[in-house]
Structure formats: structure tokens, C-alpha cells
């Protein structure tokens, strides 16, 4: 009789493999290290998303505090296909319904965002770096990086819900649960999906790029679902139901509460995370189930610099942009002349509109606001685009070319020519679609398409500020490069929140995009323009010297 080394005569010998529990060894440690690593982003996003329940739940209270004009603007948003498709029907009339339907849509899109970026962030990025590699090499198992990181968007969308359904708990404590775990569960769910999309490929941007399309798939049928819809009542429309933020707004906060359409996103989440940790345990760390294609033997003229690698790597994100731009555009622009009809005789949301667009007539303020929102917008394409550079940087893909006869500042200077020029494109597509929208519905498109992109483009020293500072952080702080984000999620939170808070004007005028003028239609001076450029000027000067004399990360 044989007996297995070091097993007592009699005993049974452990079965061979790892045991399953092995594969998420390390998994808490590594939710710590996702937590601490998120500790400015995940703050700014959760309170982000808190905060414009908490503002929009008391504008609707000041702007229409009687249930007359609650019903009224009802009533007029469900006349008008274009209103549904943008805020999807309102159910009820009652403040917190309004708040629901106002703004529900848009946490929904907001969480799925965040968890996208966090998942991505913390499983592909991670192995994209190496960092994955090294940290596998310790007593951490397999599926513990993308357990980690979907245990991060739990923790940030159940902070989210918490935050959405406070301000409405005083309106039905139900139907603010309803909202709050309608918004978490939207966002684990496209959290599920990004760790689906990270085993597939072996690239962070294209993980992205596909869970920000899927997502915006998943609006583009719920907008479609929406506009064809005929009534507020009834099961909704087939195109709504094939979109989890269709499901989100199915739930009908504060209108029935129908608990149902959240199992339909707790159960795709679930099948979702299974198949990510399916797939991870079948592939090596740092390959994807989609390998990345050997480029031809030598690169064509357009590779040929560093100026056509930049644009080789940012032209995807860019084009992506553009088409939002121009979808974001067009919808508003034909809205635009239908607003004054939507809010009736309605004084607050008069005023308000009036404040954010600086106009008399509410057609033109809700115009000119909308202008402000999408030169904001922009931001965010811009600040990706610079910290383009300082990933570039860190994922020691800079360093092997500045071996080779070309300076930092020509490298730095071929990703920073996009960051310039590439919100000049997005404002020109922008401007151009909300002009040619806003111009058909009012029938005078020769008139109305030359001040409104003239307008978008008036907020372009504004956005390249943004473009200064980021540069100046990543040639000057590059360790504290995520902070861009917070500086764009402040300008945009002034821009946006501002006249709804009535904040004071030194408030406003922390953001460059509360020394531009309200366009089209407000009067325009040089001064502005001329200090926001020269800014724009300096920062990046500054920055990009910086740069030149500090070490590159190693």
C-alpha cells in the first residue's frame, strides 16, 4: 500500500487545483487599495449626483408650488414628443414624481458613467499597466481584481442611492427608495457590463469605448421608447424595454412604485458579473479574448511623427464626441422654441431660464443656456485629451519614443495641438446642429444658424483655460493629475447649479465660464475673451515648462 508524502496512512489526499476560494484571495485588500486610490473621484462623483437631486427637488418646489402648475407642466410635457425623448413622461404631478421624471434619466446615465470609468479603471487599466502583473505575483487570486472592483461600484452606487433618495424621503419615503435603488441598480449594471467588455480586450480606451456605447445605446432606445410612446399610461413601448434605463424608468417613482423592473436590472447584473468572472479565470493577465492585431511592418506617411501618432490615438475619442455633439445639439435645438409652451405662464421657471440665459424671451434664454451647458460639456472631452498625455507617461509608452531624436516638448505638443483644436471641432458640430435644430423648428434657418454657432464657439477661451490648467497640473503636480477631474466637476457643478442656487456672483466668477457673455443675444466685449485667452496662454506655458525639467514617471 502507497501513501501520499506527508498524508497519514488512511487519509484521503486534498483534491488537486486551487481551491475556489483561493481565486479571490486578496480580494479585500485590493478593495482597500480601489478605495483609496478613488478617494477625490468617488467623493465628486457620489456628491455630484446628490447634489442635483437635492437643487432640482428645490427648484421644482420654488417654480411651481401649486399642484395647478405641477398639472399644467405635466400635461405639456406629455404633449410633446421631443420633451419625452429628452426627460423621458412624467407620471405624476406631485413634487417628488416632477423630481423623478426631471432628473431620474439623468442620474441613471450619470451613475452608469461612473461605474464604468471605476471598473474599467481597476481591472483592464490595471493589467494594461502592469500593475496587475506585479500585484498577482503576491497572494491574490485570480478573480479578485474584478471582484474588487465591482465591489467598488456596489459601495459608490449604494452611497448614490442613499444620496438621491434623502432630499424625497420627506415627499414618500417609497417612492424615494424607489428612485435611490432605480439609480444604483442602472449603475451596477453597466458596472457589470464594463467587466464583461475588460475581458475582452486588452486595451482600457476600447473596454470604455464599448461600455459608454453600450450605454449610450441603451439611451439612444430609451429616448426612441419614449418619443413613441402615445400616453403616460400602459406597459410603455417595445424600444423602452430593451434598455435597462427604460427599466429605470419603468419603476415610476412616486407615480405606482412598480418594484418589478428593478429585478430585470439586479438580474442582468448578476449574469453579467458570473460571465466576467467566467471569462477572467479562462484568459492570461494582460491578454483579452479579442488579441490585439500586429500593425503592418512599416507605418504609413501619416505615422511617420509624433503629431500622426497623437492624432492615431485620440481621433476615436474625438469622433465619438463629435457624433454626441451633434446628437445633444440637434435634440435641444429642436426643443428650443417649444419651451415657452411647455412652462406655460409659469413665473419661477421663467426666471430661472432668464438667469441662465441672460434673455427676456424664454425660447432664446433656454437657447443660450443650453449653449453654456455644451460649452461645459466640453470640458470633459478636453481634460481626457490632456491627461491623454500623463497616461502616456505612466504607462511607459512615452519614454521609449523620447529615446529617439524627439523632444518632450515636440511629444507633449503633438497630444496638446488635439486637446486645442479638438473642442473647437466639438463646438463647430455642436453649433451646427443646435443652429440648423433651433432654425427648422422657428423656419428661419439662414437667421437663426450664424449667431447660435457663433455663440458655441464664443465658448472656446473658456474650455482652453480648462486645457491651461490641466496641462499646467500634469507638467507641474503630475502626481495630483486625477484632481483635473474635480476642477471640471466644480465648473461644471457652478455652471450648471448656479442659477438654480442662486450663487453668489465671486461663486460664479471662479468658473472662466462665468465671464462670458450670455449668447446669442447678450452684449459681447472684448475684455473677457482677451483675459480668458491669454490664460489660456499662460497656463500651458507654464505647464509644458514644468515638464520639461521635472523626471518622467518610471
Do not use: C
Not at 395647478?68 to 426627460?87: I, K, P
Not at 503633438?414 to 473647437?424: D, N, Q, R, T
Not at 457673455?517 to 500651458?540: I, M, R
Amino acid at each position: 500500500m502507497t501513501t501520499t508524502a506527508g498524508t497519514p496512512a488512511g487519509t484521503r489526499a486534498p483534491a488537486a487545483g486551487p481551491r475556489p476560494n483561493r481565486h479571490l484571495a486578496g480580494t479585500g485588500t485590493l478593495l482597500r487599495l480601489a478605495l483609496r486610490r478613488d478617494r477625490v473621484m468617488l467623493p465628486a462623483w457620489v456628491l455630484t449626483l446628490g447634489l442635483i437631486t437635492y437643487s432640482t427637488k428645490d427648484r421644482l418646489e420654488s417654480m411651481y408650488a401649486t399642484a395647478a402648475e405641477r398639472a399644467d407642466l405635466v400635461e405639456n410635457t406629455n404633449g410633446s414628443g421631443a420633451t419625452r425623448a429628452l426627460f423621458g413622461p412624467a407620471f405624476g404631478d406631485s413634487l417628488g414624481a416632477l423630481t423623478a421624471w426631471r432628473v431620474g434619466g439623468f442620474l441613471a446615465v450619470g451613475a452608469g458613467i461612473m461605474s464604468v470609468l471605476l471598473v474599467v479603471r481597476h481591472t483592464r487599466e490595471e493589467e494594461e499597466t502592469g500593475r496587475q502583473e506585479a500585484l498577482a505575483s503576491g497572494m491574490v487570486g485570480r478573480r479578485a481584481g474584478v471582484t474588487a472592483a465591482l465591489l467598488t461600484a456596489v459601495l459608490a452606487n449604494a452611497a448614490t442611492a442613499v444620496l438621491v433618495t434623502g432630499p424625497l424621503l420627506g415627499e414618500d419615503p417609497a417612492g424615494a427608495v424607489a428612485l435611490g435603488l432605480s439609480v444604483g441598480l442602472t449603475g451596477l449594471v453597466f458596472a457589470a457590463l464594463a467587466a464583461v467588455a475588460a475581458q475582452f480586450t486588452e486595451n482600457a480606451r476600447l473596454a470604455r469605448g464599448i461600455a459608454l456605447g453600450a450605454l449610450g445605446i441603451a439611451f439612444l432606445l430609451r429616448m426612441a421608447g419614449d418619443a413613441a410612446r402615445d400616453a403616460t399610461t400602459g406597459s410603455g413601448h417595445v424600444l423602452g424595454w430593451l434598455s435597462p434605463l427604460g427599466w429605470a424608468g419603468a419603476v415610476r417613482p412616486f407615480a405606482g412604485d412598480r418594484w418589478w423592473p428593478l429585478a430585470l436590472s439586479a438580474l442582468l447584473t448578476a449574469v453579467s458579473a458570473a460571465v466576467a468572472h467566467a471569462l477572467v479565470a479562462r484568459r492570461d493577465i494582460g491578454t483579452g479574448f479579442w488579441p490585439a492585431r500586429p500593425g503592418p511592418a512599416s507605418a504609413g506617411p501619416a505615422l511617420g511623427g509624433v503629431y500622426g501618432l497623437a492624432w492615431r490615438l485620440q481621433r476615436g475619442s474625438l469622433l465619438g464626441w463629435a457624433v454626441g455633439m451633434v446628437f445633444a445639439g440637434a435634440v435641444l435645438g429642436s426643443i428650443a422654441d417649444g419651451v415657452g409652451d411647455i412652462i406655460g405662464d409659469n413665473t419661477g421657471a421663467r426666471d430661472l431660464f432668464r438667469r441662465m440665459g441672460g434673455q427676456e424671451g424664454v425660447s432664446e434664454a433656454f437657447l443660450a443656456a443650453m449653449v453654456s451647458i455644451l460649452g461645459l460639456v466640453t470640458t470633459v472631452y478636453t481634460a481626457g485629451s490632456v491627461l491623454r498625455l500623463r497616461g502616456e507617461e505612466t504607462g511607459q509608452r512615452a519614454e521609449p519614443l523620447l529615446s529617439h531624436p524627439v523632444g518632450r516638448l515636440r511629444w507633449a505638443g503633438s497630444h496638446l495641438l488635439i486637446a486645442y483644436l479638438g473642442p473647437a471641432v466639438l463646438l463647430a458640430a455642436g453649433g451646427l446642429a443646435l443652429g440648423i435644430g433651433f432654425g427648422a423648428a422657428t423656419g428661419d434657418l439662414g437667421g437663426e444658424l450664424p449667431p447660435v454657432l457663433a455663440a458655441m464657439l464664443a465658448q472656446l477661451p473658456a474650455v482652453w483655460v480648462i486645457t491651461g490648467l490641466a496641462v499646467l497640473v500634469v507638467g507641474l503636480l503630475p502626481q495630483l493629475s486625477p484632481a483635473v477631474w474635480g476642477v471640471v466637476g466644480a465648473v461644471v457643478a457652478i455652471g450648471w447649479l448656479g442659477p438654480a442656487a442662486d450663487l453668489p456672483q465671486w461663486v460664479v466668477d471662479v468658473s472662466p465660464f462665468g465671464h462670458l457673455p450670455k449668447l446669442p443675444g447678450g452684449e459681447v466685449s472684448a475684455t473677457p475673451f482677451l483675459w480668458l485667452t491669454g490664460l489660456s496662454v499662460v497656463l500651458p506655458a507654464a505647464g509644458l515648462a514644468a515638464l520639461r525639467h521635472r523626471d518622467l514617471a518610471s
